[in-house]
T-cell receptor, first 114, second 110 residues
Framework: KAGVTQTPRYLIKTRGQQVTLSCSPI?????VSWYQQTPGQGLQFLFE???????NKGNFPGRFSGRQFSNSRSEMNVSTLELGDSALYLC?????????????FGPGTRLTVL | AQRVTQPEKLLSVFKGAPVELKCNYS??????LFWYVQYSRQRLQLLLR??SRESIKGFTADLNKGETSFHLKKPFAQEEDSAMYYC????????????FGGGTRVLVKP
């Protein structure tokens, strides 16, 4: 079956702009999680959505938001971009979002903020 | 607060030599522990988890609750093991939230 897909793969934005990233989970998966990966901070959890509801949230400012649609596809939005938001954004999907479920990761979206 | 520490940023070994990647964690409770691997130009993927107690690609990991460690070992490293390895923790009440360590880059030399 097809894996997790993320679009776009690369983005270049300038400070102050906003950006929307998209994630399509594996068919049948209802949980989607988002992570930020940077050289300095490593992999950090942003939030998780399950059945269109945010179920868990990491320690990121309110500029970072997300949503999930009825087909389980998810988007994350970052408003008022800062230079420090430059990162690889990964999404991961799992079947039911249980602690025992395996998460499958997408290839990531590389965001560069100038 | 939950935390995962991987003390080595880089491990360089020769082919056929043993390799051990260290992982220590702090969590008040019984977490689930995982090792993820990222090969060059590939996506992050699960290598193994402590609850399955299985060996994947010759790797094993033992959970030591007393020392709060989950070290990854392989007796004979292969060149294809060169990759980035991440130890991760999930609390039972935290849904799908994974807390990752900083990662260890493994380089297996011929």
């Amino acid at each position: 079956k097809a894996g997790v897909t993320q679009t776009p793969r690369y983005l270049i934005k300038t400070r102050g702009q906003q950006v929307t990233l998209s994630c399509s989970p594996i068919s049948g998966h209802r949980s989607v999680s988002w992570y930020q990966q940077t050289p300095g901070q490593g992999l950090q959890f942003l939030f998780e959505y399950f059945s269109e509801t945010q179920r868990n949230k990491g320690n990121f400012p309110g500029r970072f938001s997300g949503r999930q649609f009825s087909n389980s596809r998810s988007e994350m939005n970052v408003s008022t971009l800062e230079l420090g938001d430059s990162a690889l954004y990964l999404c991961a999907s799992s079947f039911a979002g249980l602690a025992s479920d395996e998460q499958f990761f997408g290839p990531g979206t590389r965001l560069t903020v100038l | 607060a939950q935390r995962v520490t991987q003390p080595e940023k880089l491990l360089s070994v020769f082919k056929g030599a043993p390799v051990e990647l260290k992982c220590n964690y702090s969590y008040s409770g019984s977490p689930e522990l995982f090792w993820y691997v990222q090969y060059s130009r590939q996506r992050l993927q699960l290598l193994l988890r402590h609850i399955s107690r299985e060996s994947i690609k010759g790797f094993t990991a033992d959970l030591n609750k007393g020392e709060t460690s989950f070290h990854l070992k392989k007796p004979f490293a292969q060149e294809e093991d060169s990759a980035m390895y991440y130890c991760a923790l999930k609390g039972p009440a935290a849904g799908n939230k994974l807390t990752f360590g900083g990662g260890t880059r493994v380089l297996v030399k011929p």
